[in-house]
Nanobody
Framework: TIPLRESGGAAVQAGGSLRLACLSP???????????VAWFRQVPGQEREGVAL????????YYADSVNGRFTISQDPAKRTVYLQMNSLKPEDSAMYYC?????????????????????WGQGTQVIVSS
């Protein structure tokens, strides 16, 4: 597993935007960019939902229907960071957002995303969207 840390969560009004970031802190031999990275979200009492995935080379991207056209996942190799740009936010986007990586580098998990295909998880960052 690799350590992951999310940031960027905040409280915003509906229609607003946020950019979440996921990085692997420390001087790890492995870069987060060696792995496919996904963003999941979870509301207490509800199932975890995988909303976006980017392959390690950045050439394959997946979005859940619930966010397609509004969210954009991307990589910044120089900063060794994966971002989730969230636009046109809705109250139903309110959740704890987590980034995750699978056990093996270069593995591109199946879609729709399943939590059990990921072994590294961050602590989460809270997003609250008010109407």
């Amino acid at each position: 597993t690799i350590p992951l840390r999310e940031s960027g969560g905040a409280a915003v009004q509906a229609g607003g935007s946020l950019r979440l970031a996921c990085l692997s802190p420390g001087d790890s031999y492995y870069s987060i960019l060696d792995y496919s990275v996904a963003w999941f979200r979870q509301v207490p009492g509800q199932e975890r939902e995988g909303v976006a995935l980017i392959s390690n080379f950045g050439d394959e991207i997946y979005y859940a229907d619930s966010v397609n056209g509004r969210f954009t996942i991307s990589q910044d190799p120089a900063k060794r960071t994966v971002y989730l740009q969230m636009n046109s936010l809705k109250p139903e986007d309110s959740a704890m957002y987590y980034c995750a990586a699978p056990e093996h580098s270069s593995y591109y998990p199946p879609r729709p995303l399943r939590g059990r295909d990921f072994t590294s998880w961050g602590q989460g960052t809270q997003v609250i969207v008010s109407s």
